[in-house]
């Protein structure tokens, strides 16, 4: 008898441990591929930010951006991550449907940037030019075949500097004259 059951129950606990196994198996594999698409979102992700640090860099030297300037940052992906086996694909361009629209909704020629009222921030109440921008980063690791592509759509805002009542490049010195009364915005680097 007991060599019947021992017969009986050897199969049975096979079966089980076959069926963990595989179970165990399959999850490794689940994770370790999970683990692969976080990595190469996390690359595409700081490609995007590298290019919004390099687009707001480019803005402290070039008042007008040429495509040309554009691509440039796009094509500089971070250089940690191609180390390390990433390759990128990146674009960032004006967003022409975008400002189709805006200039739709306030009736403006193709050759005029849209204005708005900045609602908050440092700038709030100023009134600025809007230019859309969209840019792309797809991070792909060939040795997993793993590939994420992301976007981003933002606004780059154009402050007339006509708005401030002094402004400068370098900090302002006032000499301390006769009393004075000044109502309007002061900027200064």
């Known amino acids: 008898a007991p060599l019947a059951v021992a017969v009986i129950l050897v199969p049975i606990l096979a079966v089980v441990g076959l069926t963990a196994l595989a179970f165990s198996w399959s999850e490794a594999r689940i994770a370790g591929s999970d683990l692969q698409r976080t990595h190469t979102f996390y690359a595409a992700s700081a490609g995007l930010e590298k290019m919004t640090n390099d687009f707001s860099n480019l803005f402290r030297i070039k008042m007008s951006p040429t495509q040309y300037d554009l691509d440039v940052i796009a094509v500089n992906p971070p250089t940690v991550l191609v180390d390390e086996g990433f390759s990128f694909e990146q674009t960032l361009r004006e967003d022409t449907d975008r400002l189709t629209e805006l200039r739709a909704m306030q009736n403006l020629p193709s050759t005029v940037y849209p204005r708005v009222n900045i609602p908050d921030g ?11 921008y969209k840019m792309t980063s797809t991070a792909t690791r060939e040795a997993t075949r793993t590939s994420i592509k992301l976007e981003r759509e933002f606004n780059n805002y154009l ?3 006509f708005q401030f009542g002094m402004f400068s490049s370098e900090d302002i010195e006032i000499h301390p004259g006769p009393l004075m009364t000044f109502n309007g915005r002061v900027h200064s680097n």
């Open 122 to 132: 440092p700038y709030a109440g100023l009134y600025a030019s809007i230019i859309p």
């Open 159 to 161: 402050v007339p500097l």
